[in-house]
Structures are given as C-alpha cells and as structure tokens.
C-alpha cells in the first residue's frame, strides 16, 4: 500500500489476548500530517502503530484494554498503554516494526532492536470492539498514511526474539 491508499478488512476477527503484528514502512515527509492528529499506519480494534504529530517521525504503538464500544476509537475502554520509538525512521528507507503484547508488557522493535517496552499494572483482557482492520488509513476519515507499508503479519502469540530477528530479514 503506498501514499495516500489504504486497505480495510471488515471482518478482521479482534485479538482478545497476546499477540504480535510485524510490518515493513517506508515514509519520509512529515509535512501531510496535521499538527492535531496522527497518522495511522495500521489499527486493529485492540492496536495500533501510529506517527504521532509532534513526534518528528518516531512511532507509537498502543494497545487498549477493557470492554467494548461501537466507535473507531474505544471511548469507552478502560484505559490506553503505548510506547514511542527512542530514534526516528522518516528517512524514506523500508523498516520492519514488531509490536508484541506478552501478558502486562508490550514491546515496540524497529528493524530487530527493541525500542521501548511498557508494562501496565495488571494483566488485562484487550478491547473487544468490532472495528476492522486498517491499513494506511485513520479509518472513518479522509487521513491517510503518506508513506509504504508491505508484508503486514498478525500472530495469535507474542513473537521471541528468533522469531522477531527473522522478521527483518
């Protein structure tokens, strides 16, 4: 999916527990994101991996837990975890991110390097919404990912490090 095209799946069946999502991007021009939003590169009911707008191309993954809503954005969850990149990756070269969520701790990994992990108070049931999938889109709104995305993979367990290493090759 490149610049300004996005791809949704309806009946993308939602992640309850723990998991992993690795995907390739490539962006460069941080110019088309507004200053009050953040651009999505992929959102998942439970999930997403963001560039936030004040971030100067560093990425955000987030996980939500608690009960379920109706509306793109859990409202009415119990409460939001994420955790930003340390480096910044609007270079315009291809990075494969990983985002894991293990129990209480999730993990963001650029390029096979860890780049932050968070760890929430107690383990908690993800956000059981019916959204779809989102792939270069801020779904319900005419934002898009200005950038590349390829080779999205989603898995019902959090991924090791072998596994992880083996995903940037």
Same mark, same amino acid.
């Given at each position: 999916?490149?610049?300004?095209? $996005?791809?949704?799946?309806?009946?993308?069946?939602? +992640?309850?527990?723990?998991? $992993?999502?690795?995907?390739? =991007?490539?962006?460069?021009? /941080? @110019?088309?994101? @507004?200053?009050?939003?953040?651009? @999505? =590169?992929?959102?998942?009911?439970?999930?997403? /991996?963001? !560039?936030?707008?004040?971030?100067?191309?560093? /990425?955000?993954?987030?996980?939500?837990?608690? &009960?379920?809503?109706? $509306?793109?954005?859990?409202?009415?969850?119990?409460?939001?975890?994420?955790?930003?990149? #340390?480096?910044?990756?609007?270079?315009? *070269?291809?990075?494969?991110?990983?985002?894991? &969520?293990?129990?209480?701790?999730?993990?963001?990994?650029?390029?096979?390097? =860890? *780049?932050?992990?968070?760890?929430?108070? *107690?383990?908690?049931? /993800?956000?059981?919404?019916?959204?779809? +999938?989102?792939?270069?889109?801020?779904?319900? #709104? #005419?934002?898009?990912?200005?950038?590349?995305?390829?080779?999205?993979? !989603?898995? @019902? *367990?959090? +991924?090791?490090? $072998?596994?992880?290493?083996?995903?940037?090759?």
């Amino acid at each position: 999916i490149a610049n300004g095209s $996005s791809l949704v799946v309806d009946d993308f069946e939602a +992640l309850v527990g723990d998991f $992993s999502a690795s995907i390739w =991007i490539k962006f460069k021009d /941080l @110019n088309d994101y @507004n200053s009050a939003s953040l651009s @999505n =590169i992929v959102s998942a009911g439970p999930f997403s /991996l963001v !560039i936030p707008s004040n971030g100067g191309g560093k /990425l955000k993954f987030g996980v939500f837990v608690g &009960r379920g809503g109706s $509306s793109h954005v859990p409202t009415n969850a119990h409460q939001n975890y994420s955790v930003t990149s #340390t480096n910044t990756y609007n270079d315009n *070269q291809w990075h494969n991110v990983v985002m894991t &969520r293990k129990d209480n701790v999730i993990k963001l990994f650029v390029d096979g390097e =860890i *780049q932050g992990e968070f760890a929430f108070n *107690q383990y908690s049931k /993800l956000y059981e919404g019916t959204h779809p +999938l989102t792939i270069g889109e801020d779904y319900g #709104t #005419t934002t898009f990912f200005s950038g590349s995305v390829d080779d999205l993979a !989603i898995f @019902n *367990q959090p +991924l090791t490090d $072998s596994e992880i290493d083996s995903e940037t090759e």
